[in-house]
C-alpha cells in the first residue's frame, strides 16, 4: 500500500497522501514521508469539516443514507498555498491528499472521474492501482 502510494504521490506532485478511517479518523495508509502531526490533525479536522456539511447541506429530508457518499470529494485551499484534497473511496475510508497550489493548477487528470455503470472509474493510471489495491485491502 504504502509503495503504491509513493508512486501516486511522486507522479502527482502531492506532498502528503493519508488513506483514513471516516470514523475514527485513523489513517489506515500513508506514503513513506515522516509523518507530520500538524499536517496529520489538519487532515482530521478537515475530514470532520466534511461530513458536518455533508451532513447539513447533502442529507435529503426523506434519505436515510449516509451524507459521505461514493461522490463525496472537496477542495481547500489554505493560506500558505495549501490546497487539502479529499476525495471518499468508500463508505468508510477517505483519501486526503496535501499538495502546494502550483502544482494542484497541473493536475489535469488528478480528479477526473467517469461514471460507468454504477462504478467509479479513474483515469489517472495510478488511480485506477490504488483503487484496486483498497478494494482488495477492504473487501478481500
Not at 14 to 40: G, W
Not at 46 to 71: L, P
Amino acid at each position: 500500500m504504502e509503495n503504491l502510494l509513493n508512486i501516486f504521490i511522486s507522479n502527482s506532485n502531492i506532498e502528503k497522501a493519508f488513506l483514513f478511517d471516516v470514523v475514527s479518523k485513523i489513517y489506515v495508509a500513508t506514503d513513506s514521508s515522516p509523518v507530520d502531526m500538524a499536517s496529520y490533525e489538519l487532515c482530521c479536522d478537515f475530514i470532520d469539516v466534511i461530513i458536518d456539511i455533508s451532513y447539513i447541506y447533502g442529507m435529503k429530508e426523506d434519505a436515510e443514507t449516509s451524507a459521505f457518499d461514493n461522490q463525496s470529494s472537496s477542495i481547500i485551499r489554505l493560506n500558505s498555498s495549501t490546497i487539502l484534497y479529499l476525495r471518499e473511496v468508500n463508505k468508510y475510508l477517505a483519501m486526503v491528499c496535501l499538495l502546494r497550489e502550483e502544482n494542484f493548477a497541473r493536475q489535469g487528470n488528478f480528479a477526473r472521474y467517469v461514471r460507468t455503470d454504477g462504478r467509479m472509474v479513474c483515469l489517472s493510471v495510478c488511480l485506477v492501482c490504488l483503487s484496486v489495491c483498497l478494494f482488495v485491502c477492504v473487501f478481500v
